[in-house]
Structure formats: C-alpha cells, structure tokens
C-alpha cells in the first residue's frame, strides 16, 4: 500500500528564501505526482503535475522534480513571499492510472515579511 | 478556475438526517471524485465515478452513496449522518478522459454533524 509522507509538517521562512519542500513515497511504481496549495478554508489548487517519464517541471518561480527510483519529489519554491504562505500537498497515482491518488498529510508553510 | 461548483458550503445537521452534497461542473469532464479531509487523515477518497450512471468505491465508502445522473453533477449522499461523518468534502475532476490526469478542486462544504 502507498504511503506519502511529507516532512516537515511545518516550515517558516523569511521573505525571499528559496526553499525545498520534500514529498517521499513507499512504492515508486507510481503514473504520475502532483503537488497542490491549499489556503485556509479553501480547496487545493493544482501547482504542478509531473509524470513518472519526466525529471522535472517548472512554472514560474516553482520547480518540481522527481526520483522514483529514491521515492522523492521535491518542490522548489524560488524568492519565497508572504503570499506564499498556504500548506502545500503532494499526491501520487499508482501505474495503470488508478483513479485514486495517495495524499501526503502536507507542509504548512509561513513566508514572514 | 476549473468550473467546479460545491453546494452547500456550510451544512449543520443532526444525527440521523439525510444530506445530500452537490458537486456541479462545467467542464464536461467524465471523472468526478469526492473526498474527504480531517486533521491527521488528510484526503481521502470516498468514491468516484467515470461516466454517468458508473461509480466506485473509495477507501472510506462506508456511510456514503453518491449517484450522477448527468455529466456535470456528482452528489453525494449521507443516508443518516452520523457525527464521525463531520468533515470538510471535496469534490474534484479529472483535467483528462481517462481520470489519470491532473485533478482539479471545488472549495469544498464544510459539514458539522451534532
């Protein structure tokens, strides 16, 4: 069975730290992994989806990567801001595209001014 | 925005009572899922479905039922509510036509059982 841990359960930074937020799992037969923010009282949004065939993806200053072989997916948060304090998640999917994802519990991450 | 739409957002009701959750989009998506999230679970998957009139059970199914009888709703029904049942529910969709693709979120309902 799948597990997906993310340490810490908490994070805070300074405005402007590039920071690593980590995302380890049990199986690495996985299809792909996705990391989400979530703001309080709010649902998740999607950040990026990276499949099991690719390293690495990248949207603005987020870059996530990934190493099955390890059981790792890190995110890569550049020149962090306040505005992106929120707890963020990361979910895999079995091979075979099974419909159901395994969520990591997540960070909490606080960005102080 | 992904066109997902939850209702209600906030529900209070008592043990024993029916609830029924909405999840209506507007993507004409086929896979439509609905979670649950509490402190120290995480989310969870509570069941999902593939097409209209085909659904399947997630990990903590029991206590639920859902039915989708058009492509953009999905609902979720509590037979009798029970306390254990006060969560936060999500309802998400898949960004793909074989549901392995990128899921996308509603804002989620907030449910207090008493």
């Known amino acids: 069975k799948q597990e997906v841990t993310q340490i810490p359960a908490a994070l805070s930074v300074p405005e402007g730290e590039n920071l690593v937020l980590n995302c380890s799992f049990t199986?690495?037969?996985?299809?792909?992994l996705q990391w989400f923010r979530q703001d309080p009282g709010k649902g998740l949004t999607s950040l990026l989806l990276?499949?099991?065939?690719?390293r690495e993806q990248t949207s603005g200053r987020l870059n996530a990567s990934l190493d099955k072989s390890s059981g790792r997916s890190t995110l890569y948060i550049a020149a962090s801001q306040p505005g992106d304090s929120a707890t963020y998640l990361c979910?895999?999917?079995?091979?075979?595209?099974?419909?159901?994802?395994?969520f990591g519990k997540g960070t909490k991450l606080t960005v102080n001014p | 925005d992904a066109g997902i739409t939850q209702s209600p957002r906030h529900k209070v009701t008592e043990t024993g009572t029916p609830v029924t959750l909405r999840c209506h989009q507007t993507?004409?998506?086929?896979?439509m899922y609905w979670y649950r999230q509490d402190p120290g679970h995480g989310l969870r998957l509570i069941h999902y479905?593939?097409?209209?009139?085909d659904t399947d059970k997630g990990e903590v199914s029991d206590g639920y039922s859902v039915s989708r009888s058009k492509t953009e709703d999905f609902l979720l029904t509590l037979e009798s509510a029970t306390s254990s049942q006060t969560s936060v529910y999500f309802c998400?969709?898949?960004?793909?036509?074989w549901g392995a693709g990128e899921l996308f979120f509603g804002e989620g309902s907030r449910l207090t059982v008493l």
């Open positions: 979910a895999t999917r079995s091979q075979g595209g099974s419909e159901k994802l395994v």
């Open positions: 199986d690495s037969a996985i299809y792909n």
């Open positions: 990276i499949q099991s065939s690719q």
């Open positions: 993507e004409n998506h086929r896979y």
């Open positions: 479905s593939y097409g209209v009139k």
């Open positions: 998400a969709i898949s960004g793909s036509s």
